[in-house]
């Protein structure tokens, strides 16, 4: 593998720098870079969803991590080379420890991420990882400096009663343990070991949830850093890939393996492709938007889950799911349209 020299790199970046750009033109343009991350993003977590509808007997979250990581990695190689660039080296990079956590976390964001929409329905997988802004925005505001508005705040709360507005459209009936007739024996210990089976999905569920909330917002606030630093995306893809890789080897074969599925392989594979696009848009998004900006748009990959969820596999459409959406979408335009002056 190429390495590229610290003299070199520093040479591209002096020369990025002189390009004449307006302030006006370089936000406009990251808030179409964080438009496509997120739909992608909605995209990414969807396909989760998707693949283990399909597969829902034999489907494993650190099987599918494998097959994911290794795509990933894979393209943020290829990409690099179709481009005549070269996978930068660690030692050229500056802000070594949040490249760590970018790296080394994003596992932990994917994998809690993965195993929340296997217990929970998508629509509220995916709400439950669009309150992650919050987090952020205060991240944003501690870790890098970046000024309070409480547009910012606003923005979150408008779009979560949005979400949350669709997600509670989400009803699957339950059996109920008191209508449950003794006389029936064997029968009724089954359905109350499926109503305590179901509930414990749920609350397992939910912890994922809140695992990937804590480190998808590490993630974004080293995506950030790591984007002002101008770090190429598929030296971040690959070694995020190539680490997520290692990581699912170990613990796939730790966890024991039957046997391969390629079918399974292949339909895997497709999220890094999304991966990827999620986070080169995300990275484009940063070099011109503050983190603080960006975060609101991520309610519009819970919107892209939900209208995914509608079309491709026939989940219920109600009135209340329009206005959430509406909420979601009038909130991101008008921030688009009127952006905040500094």
């Known amino acids: 593998m190429k390495i ?70 894979l393209i943020g190689y290829l990409v690099a080379k179709y481009k005549s660039e070269s996978i930068l080296g660690i030692s050229r990079i500056k802000s070594k420890f949040w490249f760590g956590v970018r790296t080394f976390f994003n596992y932990i964001s994917m994998i809690t991420l993965t195993l929340c929409m296997v217990e929970l329905r998508a629509a509220t997988a995916s709400c439950m990882s669009s309150m992650s802004p919050a987090i952020m925005v205060i991240l944003s505001i501690i870790i890098l400096g970046e000024k309070f508005h409480v547009r910012y705040l606003t923005g979150i709360l408008i779009c979560f009663i949005g979400s949350a507005m669709i997600v509670l459209n989400e009803k699957k009936p339950n059996p109920v343990i008191e209508e449950i007739e003794l006389i029936d024996g064997i029968e009724n210990i089954e359905k109350i070991e499926d109503v305590v089976e179901e509930t414990t999905d749920i609350i397992k569920g939910v912890f994922y949830g809140i695992y990937h909330i804590i480190f998808n917002s590490l993630c974004s606030v080293a995506q950030k850093i790591l984007a002002n630093e101008k770090i190429p995306v598929e030296t971040q893809t690959y070694y995020i890939g190539l680490t997520n890789y290692l990581v699912a080897i170990f613990v796939a074969f730790y966890t024991g393996i039957d046997y391969i599925d390629f079918s399974f392989g292949g339909f895997s594979s497709l999220n890094g492709i999304f991966f990827y696009l999620c ?21 519009i990959g819970t919107l892209t889950v939900f209208v995914c969820g509608v079309v491709f596999i026939g989940e219920s459409l109600f009135f209340t799911d329009i206005i959430g959406s509406l909420l979601i979408l009038s909130f991101n335009i008008y921030n688009s349209y009127y952006p905040i002056k500094n």
């Not at 002189?18 to 995209?43: D, M, Q, R």
Request: proline fraction near 3%; charged fraction near 20%.
């Open 4 to 73: 590229v020299s610290k003299d070199d790199f520093s040479e591209k970046l002096e020369i990025s720098s002189l390009k004449p750009e307006s302030h006006e033109h370089n936000e406009t343009l990251g808030i179409k870079y964080a438009i496509l991350s997120c739909v992608f993003f909605g995209f990414t977590s969807f396909h989760i969803k998707s693949v283990k509808i399909l597969y829902k007997e034999s489907f494993d979250a650190n099987i599918f991590m494998f097959w994911r990581s290794l795509s990933s990695c």
């Open 279 to 299: 986070v080169h848009y995300m990275n484009e998004s940063l070099k011109n938007i503050p983190l603080a900006k960006f975060t609101p748009f991520f309610y």
